[in-house]
């Protein structure tokens, strides 16, 4: 049953320090590595948020007895390991991949919702270097049953379009060195959310993975992994909200410990979109230092491509100020734990704003922004949505978000770092 979660703040002022978790983005991928290594590579710092949870499940098999019917077969029975990953999109991707050259057969199902997420193109890609994979019920989608290849590989180049989601890629790059041919990905078009691809390059070169990127091509030959440790750094992704808070206060000033000025995460450039609305970044005593300015928001234009998962962060604190910017790179956000574009749009007009959709740019009109008394925030089972909105408290009396639960996703802290520096919380047990 989803409980809701009521949060008020008396005053506009917040200071504090906030311990945020690890990284889910690097603990998913390190989880990947730290398997395909045979456990050469060691994880340290691991995430609490549920997705890596989930992970960490996956690498404890369990067998389960399996009546399948495949498209365009007969129903079968057999032992199979069932693999139900829940909303963990990432997951999803990097363990279809991670499958498909074990030496095991599985099926990997998740929600309704992540049964409603395409897959057709990593699919494909796999497919295309000796993959096994057949689609249990929808062409495209989730349910999958991969019956691992291991070295059975075909090929050893694929083309992949470059502005879908960089999940895909990064699932194709995580098993590249693993490969008996290795695998050169030629990346086709602009390549979406670059600094995530980035990230899983640079995490197997600290594991001994070497690469080579050239124009739209990288190449990973085939070659063992080193010992060695994994650290994860605490999540920028987290951070963003905290950036929001800022924002949105009169006053602010906050520590996250951990962060540094050099991260592998893109959500780290929170740093410098926030500097637009006067927020200050300091790095020292291990960490990173924020402080509110007075400062006028002149900046009217954010490409969001190379950093998605800030979108809903910095669409609401630009509403909240009534500032109408334009926003781009927002194709991915459609095919997220929820439709994001038409969720904000939706939460967005109760406070009388509008996120205007022309082709591939979108722009805030709040000519009829109000305040209300209090407001209802739907989540759409999408932590993000929680967690951009909850900020609104700063401004608006009462804010009521539904199903609170939903930041365990990624941020299961959430609500207790809130009260922490002063946020009252009512309805939750």
């Given at each position: 049953?989803?409980?809701?979660i009521?949060?008020?703040?008396?005053?506009?002022?917040?200071?504090g320090?906030?311990?945020?978790?690890?990284?889910?983005?690097?603990?998913?991928r390190?989880?990947i590595i730290?398997?395909l290594?045979?456990?050469?590579?060691k994880?340290e710092?691991?995430s609490d948020?549920?997705d890596?949870v989930?992970?960490?499940?996956?690498?404890?098999?369990?067998s389960e007895?399996?009546?399948l019917?495949?498209?365009?077969?007969?129903?079968?029975?057999q032992?199979?390991?069932?693999?139900?990953?829940g909303?963990?999109?990432?997951a999803?991707r990097?363990?279809t991949?991670y499958?498909?050259?074990?030496?095991?057969?599985?099926?990997l199902?998740?929600?309704?919702?992540?049964?409603?997420?395409p897959?057709?193109?990593?699919?494909?890609?796999?497919?295309?270097i000796?993959?096994?994979i057949e689609?249990?019920e929808?062409?495209?989608y989730?349910?999958?049953?991969?019956?691992?290849?291991?070295?059975?590989?075909?090929?050893?180049?694929?083309s992949?379009?470059?502005d879908?989601?960089?999940?895909?890629?990064?699932?194709?790059?995580?098993?590249?060195?693993?490969?008996?041919m290795?695998l050169?990905?030629?990346?086709?078009?602009?390549l979406?959310?670059?600094?995530?691809?980035?990230?899983?390059?640079?995490?197997l070169?600290q594991?001994?993975?070497?690469?080579?990127?050239e124009?739209n091509?990288?190449?990973i030959?085939h070659?063992?992994?080193?010992?060695?440790?994994?650290?994860?750094?605490?999540d920028?992704?987290?951070?963003?909200?905290?950036y929001?808070?800022?924002?949105?206060a009169d006053?602010?000033?906050l520590?996250?410990?951990g962060?540094?000025?050099?991260?592998?995460q893109?959500?780290?450039v929170?740093?410098?979109i926030?500097?637009?609305?006067?927020?200050?970044?300091?790095?020292?005593d291990?960490?990173?230092h924020?402080?509110?300015?007075a400062?006028p928001?002149?900046?009217k234009i954010?490409?969001?491509k190379?950093?998605?998962?800030?979108?809903?962060t910095?669409?609401?604190?630009c509403?909240?100020?009534?500032h109408?910017?334009?926003?781009?790179?927002?194709?991915?956000?459609?095919?997220?734990?929820?439709?994001?574009?038409q969720?904000l749009?939706?939460?967005?007009?109760?406070?009388?704003?509008k996120?205007?959709?022309?082709?591939?740019?979108?722009k805030?009109d709040?000519?009829?922004?109000?305040?209300?008394?209090?407001?209802?925030?739907?989540?759409?089972d999408?932590?993000?949505?929680?967690m951009?909105?909850?900020?609104?408290?700063?401004l608006?009396?009462?804010?009521?978000?539904?199903?609170f639960?939903?930041?365990?996703?990624?941020?299961?802290?959430?609500?207790?770092d809130?009260?922490?520096?002063?946020?009252?919380l009512?309805g939750?047990?």
């Open positions: 049953m989803k409980q809701n009521i949060l008020s703040k008396k005053n506009k002022s917040v200071s320090t906030v311990h945020l978790t690890g990284s889910k983005s690097e603990c998913n390190a989880l730290q398997a290594s045979s456990g050469k590579v994880v710092n691991i948020a549920a890596t989930t992970l960490l499940e996956v690498f404890s098999p369990k007895v399996r009546s019917k495949l498209n365009n077969s007969e129903p079968r029975t032992e199979l390991r069932l693999v139900n990953i909303p963990a999109g990432t999803m990097f363990l991949a499958f498909s050259f074990q030496d095991e057969e599985v099926i199902t998740g929600s309704e919702r992540m049964k409603q997420r897959i057709g193109v990593l699919v494909n890609a796999l497919r295309g000796g993959a096994h689609y249990i929808n062409e495209g989730p349910p999958l049953s991969i019956k691992g290849s291991l070295g059975q590989q075909q090929k050893d180049k694929i992949i379009k470059g879908i989601s960089s999940q895909y890629i990064t699932a194709l790059l995580l098993i590249a060195a693993r490969l008996p290795g050169t990905l030629q990346i086709e078009g602009e979406t959310s670059r600094p995530y691809v980035e990230m899983t390059l640079a995490m070169q594991s001994g993975v070497q690469h080579q990127w124009g091509s990288i190449h030959p070659q063992e992994f080193r010992e060695t440790a994994l650290n994860v750094e605490p920028w992704s987290a951070a963003s909200y905290w929001a808070i800022a924002a949105l006053e602010a000033e520590f996250l410990p962060l540094t000025s050099y991260s592998l893109g959500d780290s929170v740093t410098e926030m500097a637009n609305f006067g927020i200050t970044s300091q790095f020292k291990g960490g990173v924020l402080k509110k300015e400062k928001i002149s900046r954010f490409d969001l190379s950093c998605p998962d800030l979108a809903q910095i669409i609401v604190v509403a909240a100020l009534g109408e910017a334009t926003f781009t790179g927002l194709e991915t956000l459609k095919i997220k734990e929820t439709d994001r574009v969720a749009q939706t939460e967005l007009a109760k406070i009388g704003v996120l205007i959709e022309k082709g591939q740019i979108y805030l709040c000519s009829e922004k109000f305040i209300p008394k209090s407001i209802f925030i739907h989540t759409y999408d932590h993000r949505m929680a951009a909105f909850a900020p609104l408290a700063l608006i009396p009462q804010v009521e978000v539904e199903d639960k939903v930041v365990e996703k990624s941020y299961p802290a959430f609500w207790e809130l009260k922490e520096v002063g946020f009252e009512k939750k047990s």
